[in-house]
């Protein structure tokens, strides 16, 4: 069974900085079976970035996403105001999709 | 505007049974795979369900199966989620979402969600 795990937990920051967001894979998965995705309160997760690194229809340049096999990384260079909500990494493997515990990202 | 709307969540006691539907709209409903995704109040999200495009192969999350029974009907545009004995922490909101063309395995498209309380 395939196990992500996402850090930090919550990540405390102001609007106009950077946020790197960590999502690390329990064995080594084809970047393509890699995405992330944001989800605003009350609202349902919007896909952001697939293939581990190409960004999602309508997706605005300040995400981006790298990383390879057990470990993988969602930049935001500029924190906006909407960007304050939780963020889901997901893996496909075999059969089945697993979603990482999710990392929050609130303001300071 | 590509949408996806669920229906059919409400309030149902421990043991009994729901159908969830999901209706399509502004895409070709049959030339994509579908899921069903649930997130417990307060939690994270997990998957829970997929079928291909054509409905020949169908996909469970290990702890659901044997109580759920994920369907489509491409005539109507339509998905659906059958749920069986259902237990108190089943209670989530089940969004539907469709399942981007391969090889990207992500989930481009989402409904609102529905809401499932499974309570006596």
């Known amino acids: 069974e395939i196990v992500l795990t996402q850090s930090p937990g919550t990540l405390s920051l102001s609007p106009g900085e950077r946020a790197t967001l960590s999502c690390r894979v329990s064995q080594s998965v084809s970047s393509r079976s890699l995405a992330w995705y944001r989800q605003k309160p009350g609202q349902a997760p919007r896909l952001l970035i697939y293939?581990?690194?190409s960004r999602a229809a309508g997706i605005p340049d300040r995400f981006s996403g790298s990383g390879s096999g057990t470990d993988f990384t969602l930049t935001i260079s500029r924190l906006e105001p909407e960007d304050f909500a939780v963020y889901f990494c997901?893996?496909?493997?075999?059969?089945?999709?697993?979603f990482g515990p999710g990392t929050k990202v609130d303001i300071k | 505007e590509v949408q996806l709307v669920e229906s059919g969540g409400g309030l149902v006691k421990p043991g009994g049974s729901l159908r969830l539907s999901c209706a399509a709209s502004r895409f070709i409903f049959s030339g994509y795979n579908m899921n069903w995704v649930r997130q417990a109040p307060g939690k994270g999200l997990e998957w829970v369900a997929s079928i291909s495009s054509g409905g020949t192969y169908i996909n469970y999350a290990d702890s659901l199966k044997g109580r759920l029974t994920i369907s489509r009907d491409n005539a109507q545009n339509s998905l659906y989620l059958q749920m069986n004995s259902l237990r108190v922490d089943d209670t989530a909101v089940y969004y539907c979402a469709r399942e981007a063309p391969q090889p990207r395995r992500a989930f481009d498209i989402w409904g609102q969600g529905t809401m499932v309380t499974v309570s006596s």
């Open positions: 997901q893996q496909f493997g075999g059969s089945s999709f697993t």
């Open positions: 293939g581990a690194s």
